[in-house]
Structures are given as structure tokens and as C-alpha cells.
């Protein structure tokens, strides 16, 4: 079964660029500038930011399902970056490079199934997901941090 990955929509974003660090800090939002590269994945491009880029570093609600599987994490965000538009069953590097936490959620937003594994081996593990009946969509979490990185849901 194929499937296809979604980054975050810019949209939702691009008005934390223009608030002021106080303005920043009361939304649980920072601005930073980033020293290391891997180190900030931009949950919008789906790409890594590069060193001395300004990011921002923000709360961000990705499980809003009425379930008690809700649930939120910090992200990094990019300025001036579009929407990552994956082909179906495309992986990008910025989770193929990194220990992955795949986490499989039916239409009433109850978590079915979990595992951790490797980035390259995410898209087998989504494309068998998704063969499964019960699986409506599909979290993936940067393992190490737990924070959010994509959502996925059956391609067609």
C-alpha cells in the first residue's frame, strides 16, 4: 500500500518571524540560531536548517484528535520556506538520517501500534501500515527527542 508523507503548512507559521522575543517567549516560542547541522529539521521544508540560520523553536499541537492520545512538542520552523510537497511514498533525508518513532492511529484517533526504527526502514513500515485496515494515518516522532517530524496517511 503507498502512502504519502505531509510537512506542516508554512502558512501557520510565518507570522511567529515577525514577533518580538518577548512576544516569542509568551507563545512558549524562541528564537535561535543555529550551531550544528544536523540539528534543526524544519518541520515545514522537511529539510535541515543550515548553521547560522535563524530559526524559531515553538510549541506545536500535532496530535489534536479528541483522544487521550492528544499531545504536543517543541518543532523548528524556517522563514521563507515552503511547504515540502513529497511524490507518494517518498522519504525524505531528514528522517532517513534519523531514528525514527512511527506511531500508527485509527479514525478515532486511537493509537493501533508503535515502533522505532530506523529512518530507511520507514517507508517499508509505512507501506505495510497501510495495508492494514485500521490504520487511518500515521505520527512520525525524531526518536531521540520525541518531538514531532511528519504525518503520513495512505496514498490514492
Known amino acids: 500500500m503507498t502512502f504519502q508523507i505531509t510537512a506542516l503548512p508554512e502558512a ?20 535561535r540560531v543555529v550551531a550544528d547541522r544536523p540539528g534543526a529539521p524544519c518541520r ?27 499531545a504536543s512538542h517543541a518543532i523548528y520552523v524556517r522563514d521563507g520556506v515552503r511547504q515540502a510537497r513529497l511524490a507518494v511514498a517518498e522519504v525524505p533525508d531528514v528522517i532517513r538520517s534519523r531514528l525514527i518513532s512511527l506511531r500508527l492511529f485509527d479514525v478515532d484517533h486511537m493509537m493501533v501500534d508503535a515502533d522505532v526504527m530506523k529512518g530507511t526502514e520507514v517507508s517499508e513500515a509505512l507501506a505495510v501500515a497501510f495495508a492494514r485496515s485500521n490504520v487511518d494515518y500515521a505520527h512520525l516522532h525524531f526518536a531521540k527527542a520525541g518531538c514531532f517530524a511528519a504525518s503520513a496517511k495512505r496514498a490514492g
Open 12 to 31: 501557520d507559521f510565518a507570522p511567529l518571524f515577525a514577533k518580538t522575543d518577548a512576544e516569542l517567549a509568551a507563545m512558549r516560542a524562541c528564537r
Open 44 to 70: 515545514i521544508s522537511l529539510e535541515e536548517a543550515e548553521v547560522g540560520e535563524t530559526v524559531i523553536l515553538t510549541h506545536h499541537a500535532h496530535q489534536t484528535g479528541h483522544s487521550p492520545y492528544a
